[in-house]
């Protein structure tokens, strides 16, 4: 695989993008039954002919919607793709108290990310999207790249979760006080600690036009919800064991001061990781856990790299 050539420097996106609309562009908030569940889609591009790019949020149990508005102006990436931001099952807009607790398993989200997938190709009438998922999305996006390699044109891994720690993720409660210590002493985003980070989302939240005050309620109810149901399944993931091979393009980004998802375990996989159609580790200097939003111009850098690459390579087969 040829080395995808990214700015070393881009902290920011270029601000020359054009915020004229097309003919042909797409702007919509969508309700999906997933799973048998009612799920909720944003989608946004400036040509709907362009890519498919899904985006699988951080977590457990963060919404991704509400993100919508300020990573158009942070990426710019409906630029050049139709991009499908997705409150997953129980989190954000898709919480519902009538969700079995014992749905929430890993198998029933990536079977949930499976079904979207499919009704995202059929809908646009492509083969093949690109996957991109950050944190515990990076590691359910190769997951999904595993088992369904045929609908994945490539992934884009940020700071995954390679192997949880029984003890610090057994209960929400101690998942939350590891989450707030780490963010504190710039673990998660060396700009940024853990009020600013709870500051940001809710304020994502009540600016989001997709979300009402009853949205917002759920959403925090969902947050606790798949903690407590989801945490207790994953003491034993280990992705050294469960998934040692990728048959699609995959690129790992990795913030070099990441303490949530250490990187020198992602390192480690990387080397161990087969990937006969390629992988790439790429660093972020300057980032801890959320090199998407700490370097965002070197992200969307990446990202269209990845494109461009991808679609050379089809060129030529």
């Not at 362009?50 to 710019?76: C, F, S, T, Y």
């Not at 919800?225 to 048959?247: A, I, W, Y």
């Amino acid at each position: 695989m040829k080395k995808l050539e990214v700015s070393e420097s881009t902290l920011h996106p270029s601000h020359r993008r054009s915020e004229a609309t097309s003919p042909h562009s797409i702007s919509r908030l969508e309700r999906i039954r997933l799973g048998g569940t009612e799920q909720w889609i944003r989608i946004q591009g400036k040509e709907a002919s362009n890519p498919v790019l899904l985006l699988i949020q951080q977590g457990p149990g963060l919404p991704m919607v509400n993100e919508a508005a300020d990573n158009h102006k942070r990426w710019h990436l409906e630029e050049d793709f139709v991009v499908v931001y997705w409150d997953q099952r129980a989190c954000g807009k898709s919480f519902h108290s009538t969700i079995a607790p014992e749905s929430m398993t890993l198998d029933q989200l990536i079977a949930d990310t499976h079904e979207l997938i499919l009704a995202l190709t059929q809908r646009f009438q492509v083969a093949q999207l690109y996957l991109t998922g950050f944190s515990f999305g990076g590691t359910l996006a190769a997951l999904v790249a595993a088992r369904y390699p045929e609908l994945i044109r490539a992934v884009v891994c940020i700071n995954l979760d390679v192997k949880w720690d029984v003890a610090a993720h057994l209960a929400s409660r101690s998942f939350g006080t590891r989450v707030k210590w780490v963010s504190t002493f710039g673990g998660v985003n060396r700009h940024a600690n853990y009020r600013q980070i709870q500051f940001r989302i809710v304020g994502q939240l009540i600016r989001s036009r997709d979300y009402t005050l009853l949205d917002i309620v759920r959403t925090l109810r969902g947050m606790n919800f798949v903690l407590d149901q989801l945490l207790s399944k994953l003491p034993t993931f280990n992705l050294f064991e469960q998934l040692p091979r990728l048959e699609v393009p995959a690129f790992l980004l990795q913030g070099r001061h990441d303490v949530v998802a250490p990187a020198s375990l992602a390192e480690q996989y990387y080397q161990m990781l087969q990937a006969p159609k390629g992988k790439q580790f790429i660093w972020f200097e300057e980032s801890a856990h959320e090199l998407q939003y700490e370097e965002p111009g070197k992200f969307r850098d990446v990202v269209l790299a990845v494109k461009q690459q991808c679609e050379e390579s089809r060129a030529h087969e």
